[in-house]
C-alpha cells in the first residue's frame, strides 16, 4: 500500500486541524455575505497586527488569483512585469496574468531562482518609447521555485531600484512563512519593512484549505480592488469560511509553527538524501523543498510508491516538499525507499 503522506507538494497536505476546527465555529447560523461579516473584520484586524496598522486586505480563493489581481491593481496594459523565467507566473498560470492584465511578462534569468538589481536593470529600458512596453513591477517569489530564499538585503535592494524609478515591488509569497521563519523574521519584517508594496500571501501551502490574501502596504493602491476582485470573479459569497481560515492561521503562531515544521523536515531529508549514494541535492535547502538529481532511471521507480514531480527531466532533477504534517518517520522511510527500494 502506497504511504498516506508524499513529497510531491505542500498543496497536497490535509487542513490543520486548528484551521477546520475554526471553519466548524462559525459553521452555524446566519451571516451577512461578500465579507459583510465579523469573521471577516477580525481576520483583517489580524493582518493589521501582523504587519502593521492601513494595510488594506482581500481575500481570494486561490495564489493565481492573488497574483494575477495584485498586478491587475498595479498595471495599465502597456506596461511590463519584470519576473524570474522560473517564476511562478511566468511558467504555470496558463498566462492568466498577461490575459487578465494585458501586460507582458518579461522572464529574466535567476541564480537559484532569484532576481538581482543587476539583471533587473538590463530589462529596463525603452522608457518613454511609445513603441515598448513600460516596465512598471518587479514581482519576485519568496520562498523562490527553487525553494530558495531572498535575504532582506536583496528585497530592499530590489525595493529601491524599482521605487526609485516609480515602479512597484510585488511579492508572491505563497510560501512567504517558510521564508520568513527561516530567517527568524516576522511577517513584517519579511514584507513591509522591506519595500513590498503588495503581497500575494499564501494559506494553502501552510495549512489552509484554499483561501489566500492580497495585502497592499500602501492602501492608495487599493482604491479600486473591490470592483478588481469582483470582476476577477474572487469575490466569495459565503466570506466568512475563507476569513476564519486565515484568522486562525495568524493565531497563537500557527503560521510560525506550521512553517517552523516543514522547513525542519526539509533539513532532515536533506541530511538523509546526503547520504545515498547517487543522490546528489543541486540547490540550497532553505526552507521546506528539496531539489535532488538522482539517476534518471530510478525516477519512474520511486514514483510507483511515491508521488512527486520532475523539476528537470533534462537533468533528472526532482523536486521533494515537506509540509506542517511531514512526519520524522514520513522523511525516513521516503530516504530509506529511495536508497534501496530503487
Known amino acids: 500500500m502506497k504511504p498516506s503522506r508524499s513529497f510531491a507538494s505542500d498543496n497536497n497536505a490535509v487542513v490543520h486541524p486548528e484551521v477546520m476546527e475554526a471553519i466548524a465555529r462559525v459553521n452555524q447560523g446566519h451571516a451577512v ?8 473584520d477580525s481576520a483583517v484586524r489580524k493582518f493589521r497586527e501582523h504587519f502593521g496598522e492601513r494595510v488594506e486586505v482581500f481575500f481570494v480563493f486561490n495564489g493565481t488569483a492573488a497574483n494575477c489581481l495584485s498586478l491587475q491593481a498595479l498595471t495599465q496594459p502597456y506596461h511590463a512585469v519584470l519576473c524570474s523565467e522560473i517564476s511562478h507566473i511566468y511558467t504555470d498560470e496558463c498566462g492568466a496574468p498577461e490575459r487578465l492584465t494585458g501586460c507582458k511578462l518579461l522572464p529574466l534569468a535567476a541564480a537559484v531562482g532569484k532576481l538581482t538589481v543587476e539583471t533587473v536593470s538590463h530589462a529596463y529600458h525603452g522608457i518613454g518609447d511609445q513603441h515598448h512596453v513600460q516596465p512598471k513591477v518587479i514581482s519576485i517569489t519568496q520562498t523562490t521555485e527553487m525553494g530558495t530564499i531572498y535575504r532582506t538585503a536583496e528585497v530592499e535592494a530590489l525595493s529601491r531600484f524599482a521605487h526609485d524609478r516609480d515602479m512597484f515591488l510585488h511579492m ?37 484549505m484554499g483561501a489566500e490574501a ?6 492608495q493602491l487599493a482604491r479600486n480592488f473591490l470592483f478588481t ?36 523536515m526539509a533539513k532532515l531529508l536533506e541530511q538523509e538524501i546526503k547520504k545515498i549514494k547517487n543522490a546528489k541535492i543541486v ?59 530503487r
Open 229 to 264: 476582485r469582483k470582476q476577477g470573479m474572487q469575490l466569495a459569497s459565503k466570506m466568512r469560511y475563507l476569513s476564519v481560515q486565515m484568522e486562525a492561521l495568524l493565531t497563537d503562531d500557527l503560521w510560525r509553527r506550521n512553517a517552523e515544521h516543514a522547513n525542519r
Open 33 to 40: 455575505g461578500y465579507g459583510d461579516d465579523p469573521q471577516t
Open 172 to 208: 508572491d509569497g505563497a510560501r512567504i512563512s517558510n521564508a520568513a521563519v527561516a530567517q527568524g523574521l516576522t511577517l513584517r519584517q519579511a514584507t513591509r519593512d522591506l519595500g513590498v508594496d503588495v503581497l500575494s500571501f499564501g494559506g494553502t501551502k501552510n495549512g489552509v
Open 283 to 341: 540547490y540550497p535547502v532553505e526552507a521546506n523543498g528539496v531539489f535532488a538529481k538522482i539517476p534518471r532511471d530510478a525516477v519512474a521507480k520511486i514514483q510507483e510508491r511515491y508521488f512527486f514531480y520532475v523539476w528537470n527531466e533534462e537533468e533528472s532533477v526532482v523536486r521533494w516538499m515537506c509540509s506542517f504534517d511531514t512526519t520524522e518517520e514520513d522523511v525516513r522511510q521516503f530516504a530509506a525507499f529511495v536508497r534501496d527500494g
Open 214 to 219: 492580497v495585502v497592499f502596504f500602501r492602501p
